[in-house]
């Protein structure tokens, strides 16, 4: 079982600003909520916590992993988030004016951004076997990966909130989706579904 979680907020996500790769660090806000997390995730036995490189995902793990009493595993630089390129530090309510295609200058690719999540989860795997890992990460890239999972698009997943947990497992080599932000993903199906009709 791997939870997939996003980051805790910054300063940036308060002020709607494009972060991608853009290393910026979490706020006050976004401390509290990884605590207030701690707590939920207490409930169920988790054996390890890993991260994205960026600062944002790596200090949620790091008080995730502090407040359970967990070992704070690697960074893996496939869970790093999608770059956006000349849109970084833009405000999200000018990017379909600027962009209206979202060809960024500079950006990931969007078919780039899938795969390699697929490959950061296989890495955690092999790394950490059977174990029951949080993996803290970014909400375009955890997106992407659930879609390159499930076979739909990943502009039609919900939008993932600052600390929201999308839980997959696998199971015979194959990657399995179980919630998408907290909601199971069968409640979340018919959505995707109508979406790419």
Known sequence: MLALIRHGQTDWNLNGLMQGRTDIPLNDT??????????AFAADPWDVVV???LVRARETAEILASTLGLPLGGSYDDLAEQDFGAAEGTPVSELLTRWPDRDFAGKEPDAHVGPRGLRGLDRIVRDHGGARVLAVAHGTLIRHTLAEITGHEARDYPRLDNLSSSFVRRADAAWQVLTVGGT??????????????
């Not at 976004?30 to 707590?39: D, E, I, M």
């Open 30 to 39: 976004g401390r509290g909520q990884a605590l207030a997390a701690a707590s």
């Open 51 to 53: 991260s994205s490189p």
């Open 184 to 197: 199971p993903f069968d409640a979340v199906l018919p959505e995707l579904e109508a979406a790419a009709a």
